[in-house]
């Protein structure tokens, strides 16, 4: 088992995780809480990753023969993509009325947001 994929999945949260911290507009800052998420698919496919695995479909294969990948790892996968794209199209949207709003995108001259 390689540690290879654990750690891109670290590298691109940090990267976004960057981009969010240094960010100085709110469409950028969306942008890079995408990228945190993307993070995750590349976690969650390197868990179910089986080493010479083949597709979990068992008409064709005997009892034991070769080793299938987990389908509830592609599932969870295959969720995470459309949840995140709805957080992001959501977050977006927000920033558009904030745009509309204030005239602006930029978190530091938005000063009626300040508590």
Not at 38 to 43: R, W
Not at 45 to 58: E, H, K, M
């Amino acid at each position: 088992m390689s540690v290879l994929p654990y750690l891109v999945a670290g590298w691109i949260f940090l990267i976004g995780c960057y981009g969010l911290a240094t960010s100085r507009n709110l469409i950028h800052a969306v942008g890079c809480l995408a990228v945190c998420q993307a993070s995750t698919y590349v976690l969650l496919l390197a868990i179910g990753y089986r080493d010479g695995g083949t597709a979990p479909v068992f008409a064709d294969l005997a009892p034991g023969a070769r080793p299938v990948v987990d389908p509830v790892v592609q599932a969870l996968t295959l969720t995470d993509v459309v949840v995140g794209a709805t957080v992001t199209a959501l977050l977006l949207a927000l920033v558009v009325q904030v745009g509309k709003r204030h005239g602006t995108v930029n978190p530091d001259e938005l000063s009626e947001l300040r508590g």
